[in-house]
């Protein structure tokens, strides 16, 4: 025999070797999955993020109250939550650290999305390290590495970058109430199940003001640019487009990017809000959110009035 066929024939000895004990193996051997007592044993020495945010994320709960406790009524340690029928709540402690807790009414999805230090802090601005953190919604809306502290009236809002716009869009329409987590500073009472907005103006950043205008901005539609279909949703059967108009105001009347404007609503359906994406200095485009193709009522926009104002705020006296 050569040494070619010899080697041949080795091999298939071998593969078929290792194919009828595996065939055995699988017939003789019964392999038992993990048992109850097994898995919450391994999840002990290795617990997931679920469980740690429920174990260490009270404790460290727990040492930020005690410390807020101690230290009293500060500038900016303390307790926020949101103004929602499911709140999320922040406790700021300067040493002890935060935790990210939210709320539901069932209490079967309540617990701990975060906890982390404080690194740095001002008047203005805190600096967090997230130590741990669950994905989710609340941590998106509520948690980033910073955290900008804005006063309006007696309340103070902890507002991430993310939902700065949100946020000023929220106070210039004249009836939204922010989703931003708030403390209420001193003793003035305030209804979290129906808040009310504070009369002044909110103390924000320099560069928030293009958001902040100190009176509604009004403009009219020029016309209909484009109405562009969206990438669709598996999920879902709706066919969505962003609709864009342009606008017969610009940088000169203070209209800027990332404003928020309101749109007469299509026959039965609620406001609609967009968004300034681009200006000029006397003209802007406005995009916001269509469902199905309703090309009709967007070419109907046309000539009509946009405002930063919600169509159902108090109009301000002239």
Known sequence: MSTFLARCTALALGSSIAVVGALVAAT????????????????????????????????????????????????????????????????????????????????????????????????????????????????????????????????????????????????????????????????AAFDFDAPTRPDARPVAPSEWQRWLPAAPIEARIVRLVELRPLEPDSKSSVTYYDAEFELDRGAAEGVAVGLSMFTAPPPGRDERRGRIESVDEHSARLVLLATEDHRAWAESLVGTTVSTLHPLAQRPSR
């Open 28 to 187: 003789c051997l019964r392999i038992e999955p993990l048992s109850g007592r097994v898995w919450g044993a391994w999840r002990t020495v290795f617990p997931d993020v679920e469980m740690r945010l429920a174990t260490q994320g009270k404790l460290r709960d727990s040492a930020a109250r005690a410390e807020l406790a101690v230290r009293g009524d500060h500038a900016w340690p303390g307790t926020y939550r949101t103004a929602e029928t499911w709140p999320t709540e922040l406790v700021l402690a300067p040493r002890a650290g935060f935790t990210v807790y939210h709320h539901s009414r069932c209490g079967n999805c309540a617990g701990f999305a975060a906890f982390g230090r404080v690194t740095a802090a001002s008047e203005k601005e805190l600096q967090l390290d997230v130590e741990l953190s669950h994905e989710c919604a609340t941590t998106r809306d509520h948690l980033g590495t910073t955290l900008h502290l804005v006063r309006w009236g007696d309340l103070l809002f902890a507002v991430t970058p993310q939902r700065v716009e949100r946020f000023c869009a929220a106070v210039t329409d004249g009836r939204s109430f922010p989703g931003d987590p708030l403390r209420v500073l001193g003793d």
